[in-house]
């Protein structure tokens, strides 16, 4: 059994990659092949645009792959969504696409954008939201650089973002949400039918579900006497739960527990006051729920 995964080339080839190898899979690249290396033989990957990817999943060519909600509404692709995962080219969340105008114009929704040109890649999408808010525009496809069309080459732009950053830059102001989207694993109807596929797809779903689990945490383990116990715990986030040992010594414990990376630089003095001993910080590639 092959399974054929397209991977999304371009913004979220890297990001996709790097979450790959979380999971356990060593994909590597050529700057002269579209035909990736993957160190599973059941998987067969093939770099495909994020913008079509849908397109070649729906029609057979490829077993599965990942790409935006985005895409696939936009294309209105007959697919199975196997599994959301909430990462992007920059940050490890949701992007937005928005309706977008010049900072100095008059504009304030999507009504006052009656009779006038709108710029943006997602041309269906954003004609489908027109169309629900009883807007008549004119929507034409932008090859790219969309965000300096306005006010030249357009009163308005559909575009997409993760920080707005690039769109202050440009001094654009967002007026409206058309779409929200993430990254999903899709596969093809008739290979998720298939039961061999099907059990590959889900193995990977649960390891790229617990690579992004994962992220974030850190796992923190330590000993300490059983005096002190109580002390160490309550240095411990309320909501915690962490799991408590026995060592060698009966008078010692090891405490193992899973903590956001950004608090632990915070509760490892406390720790340490509180009677903490040999306290170890360490990555964790999958969480696993």
């Given at each position: 059994?092959?399974?054929k995964l397209g991977i999304p080339k371009g913004s979220l080839e890297n990001a996709t990659i790097d979450l790959f190898r979380r999971a356990g899979f060593a994909i590597t690249t050529s700057?002269?092949?579209?035909?990736?290396?993957?160190?599973?033989?059941?998987?067969?990957?093939?770099?495909?645009?994020?913008?079509?990817?849908?397109?070649?999943?729906?029609?057979?060519?490829?077993?599965?792959?990942?790409?935006?909600?985005?895409?696939?509404?936009?294309?209105?692709?007959?697919?199975?969504?196997?599994?959301?995962?909430?990462?992007?080219?920059?940050?490890?969340?949701?992007?937005?696409?928005?309706?977008?105008?010049?900072?100095?114009?008059?504009?304030?929704?999507?009504?006052?954008?009656?009779?006038?040109?709108?710029?943006?890649?997602?041309?269906?999408?954003?004609?489908?939201?027109?169309?629900?808010?009883?807007?008549?525009?004119?929507?034409?496809?932008?090859?790219?650089?969309?965000?300096?069309?306005?006010?030249?080459?357009?009163?308005?732009?559909?575009?997409?973002?993760?920080?707005?950053?690039?769109?202050?830059?440009?001094?654009?102001?967002?007026?409206?949400?058309?779409?929200?989207?993430?990254?999903?694993?899709?596969?093809?109807?008739?290979?998720?039918?298939?039961?061999?596929?099907?059990?590959?797809?889900?193995?990977?779903?649960?390891?790229?579900?617990?690579?992004?689990?994962?992220?974030?945490?850190?796992?923190?383990?330590?000993?300490?006497?059983?005096?002190?116990?109580?002390?160490?715990?309550?240095?411990?986030?309320?909501?915690?739960?962490?799991?408590?040992?026995?060592?060698?010594?009966?008078?010692?414990?090891?405490?193992?527990?899973?903590?956001?990376?950004?608090?632990?630089?915070?509760?490892?003095?406390?720790?340490?006051q509180a009677g903490g001993q040999g306290i170890v910080e360490y990555p964790l590639n999958k969480i696993v729920l």
């Open positions: 059994m092959k399974l700057s002269r092949s579209y035909f990736p290396g993957i160190d599973d033989p059941e998987i067969e990957c093939m770099l495909i645009r994020a913008q079509e990817m849908a397109r070649y999943v729906e029609d057979g060519i490829l077993d599965a792959g990942l790409t935006g909600r985005d895409w696939i509404e936009e294309n209105e692709a007959d697919v199975v969504a196997v599994a959301d995962l909430i990462y992007a080219k920059q940050s490890f969340g949701k992007v937005r696409w928005v309706l977008a105008v010049p900072e100095a114009s008059s504009f304030q929704s999507v009504k006052d954008l009656a009779g006038k040109i709108i710029a943006t890649e997602l041309v269906a999408t954003t004609k489908r939201y027109l169309a629900a808010h009883g807007v008549s525009a004119k929507v034409e496809f932008s090859w790219g650089a969309t965000e300096v069309k306005p006010p030249v080459l357009a009163d308005a732009i559909v575009e997409v973002t993760e920080t707005g950053s690039s769109l202050r830059a440009n001094n654009l102001k967002i007026i409206d949400t058309v779409l929200e989207s993430n990254t999903q694993l899709i596969a093809n109807r008739a290979s998720w039918d298939d039961p061999a596929k099907r059990r590959k797809l889900e193995d990977i779903r649960m390891l790229l579900e617990g690579a992004i689990n994962a992220l974030g945490k850190v796992g923190l383990m330590l000993n300490v006497h059983r005096d002190n116990l109580r002390a160490v715990l309550d240095v411990l986030p309320a909501l915690k739960r962490p799991t408590i040992s026995n060592l060698s010594d009966e008078e010692w414990l090891a405490v193992n527990t899973i903590l956001d990376e950004s608090t632990v630089r915070d509760i490892i003095p406390r720790l340490k």
